[in-house]
């Protein structure tokens, strides 16, 4: 099975600056965190605040989705950062 992304729901670390969302591998579960630059950087949305972070995330799910399966590519661990 590869990995999917049932679950819509993503947060905002402020202490990391990044928006974390989790992706499945069959029952493993892989934390994905991707920095707000890199996010924000995609467009669409003005600001740099949470709010402007999450909804740019939003407005580029798809986007961010397939960075993450890049990222990914089957490895072995469970946390990946996108920056």
């Known amino acids: 099975m590869a990995l999917n992304f049932p679950n819509p729901s993503r947060s905002y670390d402020a202490s990391r600056h990044c928006v974390c969302f989790w992706g499945y591998d069959n029952s493993r579960e892989i934390a994905f965190l991707i ?4 996010t924000l950087k ?17 407005t580029h799910r798809d986007e961010i989705l397939q960075l993450a399966k890049k990222a990914y590519g089957g490895g072995p661990q469970c946390r990946y950062i996108i920056s």
């Open 35 to 38: 920095d707000d630059a890199v």
């Open 42 to 58: 995609l467009g669409g949305v003005t600001g740099s605040d949470e709010p402007a972070v999450l909804a740019a995330f939003d």
